[in-house]
């Protein structure tokens, strides 16, 4: 069992993301520790972009400031190896192709693997794509997530079939953010991917309340959350991590009673 599946053995997983680098690096380290301590069964930690294609506003004006402070793939890196010698939660990165390729893949990959990262998520790779990331991430014991939205329908069989860790279920059209309600009928695509997988499932996009992610964890293995969290960070800056601790806690119970 990889330790990404592992996340999931303990009943339904909850998924925080936060933007590395927003405001800086040592403020992301402290909350990606306060994640873990608060619950998190396993984390995303987003490697900024200039042109981060699957985000909201939130997440990209996020990913605007932590580029203008300065952060690399190598002090994201750099800020893994320190979090690793006692954070012991699974942690995969969320970034896009392009901080893959530039870095030079095998590179990033493998620096991936020696620095405790457990997979990747590319959500600008499609699957008739993945083979471009998919042996390499293999050779290097990481998981390449699969996302399967909506719109996959027919391929979502096709997806499930062939992916690793766990599968990433996106709840709604567009980009990520905020939603006030998720009326994509998640059920149905959950079905669809158990019938050809046996990994775990979470869903993602839009859940931002404790009823949100109960009602998301009932109906799958997990609930992942991004812009609320980036949302307080944006907020509260350098001070944000009891507000991050506080909102964590609440959600880890709501989706422990799914």
Do not use: W
């Not at 402070?69 to 893994?80: C, H």
């Not at 979470?202 to 109960?214: H, L, M, N, R, Y």
């Amino acid at each position: 069992m990889s330790n990404i599946a592992r996340a999931f053995a303990d009943g339904k997983a909850f998924i925080p993301f936060v933007t590395c680098g927003d405001p800086d690096l040592e403020t992301t380290a402290k909350v990606v520790r306060c994640l873990a301590e608060s619950g998190a069964d396993l984390i995303e930690l987003g490697i900024p972009f200039s042109d981060p294609t699957a985000e909201g506003p939130v997440i990209q004006a996020a990913n605007v400031r932590a580029l203008a402070a300065g952060t690399t793939t190598d002090k994201i890196f750099d800020m893994v190896r320190d979090l690793r010698k006692d954070v012991t939660v699974p942690m995969v990165f969320m970034t896009y192709a392009n901080v893959v390729f530039s870095y030079g893949s095998q590179r990033f990959i493998s620096t991936c693997a020696g620095i405790g990262i457990d997979g990747l998520i590319l959500p600008d790779i499609p699957y008739e794509e993945k083979d471009e990331f998919d042996p390499i991430c293999k050779q290097y014991g990481l998981d390449l997530v699969s996302l399967v939205a909506p719109t996959s329908e027919d391929r979502i069989a096709m997806v499930a079939r062939e992916a690793s860790g766990f599968i990433y279920v996106v709840s709604s059209l567009g980009v990520t953010g905020v939603r006030s309600e998720i009326t994509t009928d998640i059920g149905a695509m959950v079905k669809l991917i158990r019938a050809s997988s046996p990994l775990p499932c979470a869903v993602g996009f839009g859940i931002s309340t404790p009823e949100q992610a109960k009602k998301m964890a009932a109906l799958s293995d997990g609930a992942i959350v991004g812009s609320a969290i980036v949302k307080l960070i944006a907020r509260h800056g350098r001070e944000a991590v009891p507000y991050v601790a506080e909102y964590v806690k609440s959600m880890k119970d709501a989706v422990r009673q799914a």
